[in-house]
């Protein structure tokens, strides 16, 4: 399995960012998709995640600012973020999901590095 996360960059406190992953090695439509972030210092925490069924989720902090989508047909998953906040800042993973808020395991890619400045 090979993930390819890209999109992130430096912006301002307020800005916009939008995020894509693809999936490389697993038939894509399969499974649930989420993103996941990792803050200096801190653990990974969930993010977003969206279903075949259209359902999506999302972790406290990020909801009504983040939206997250999926399109089966070119195998990508993306995480658009409005509103950003410094506390945003981290690097972004995506994952299958084994859960509503939980990933798959396994392996994961490189990460998207987001950096918010206030």
């Known amino acids: 399995v090979q993930i390819v996360e890209s999109g992130g960059g430096l912006v301002q406190a307020g800005g916009t960012l939008t995020l894509s992953c693809q999936i490389f090695?697993?038939?894509?439509?399969?499974?649930?998709l989420g993103w996941f972030r990792q803050a200096p210092g801190k653990e990974r925490e969930f993010v977003a995640s969206?279903?075949?069924?259209?359902?999506?989720y999302y972790s406290n902090s990020v909801q009504g600012r983040f939206t997250v989508s999926r399109n089966n047909g070119n195998k990508t998953l993306s995480l658009q973020m409005n509103g950003l906040k410094a506390e945003d800042t981290a690097v972004y993973y995506c994952n299958r999901m084994r859960s509503q808020r939980a990933h798959f395991g396994g392996d994961w890619g490189q990460g998207t590095q987001v950096t918010v400045s206030s």
């Open positions: 090695g697993v038939i894509f439509s399969n499974y649930g």
């Open positions: 969206v279903w075949n069924d259209g359902k999506t």
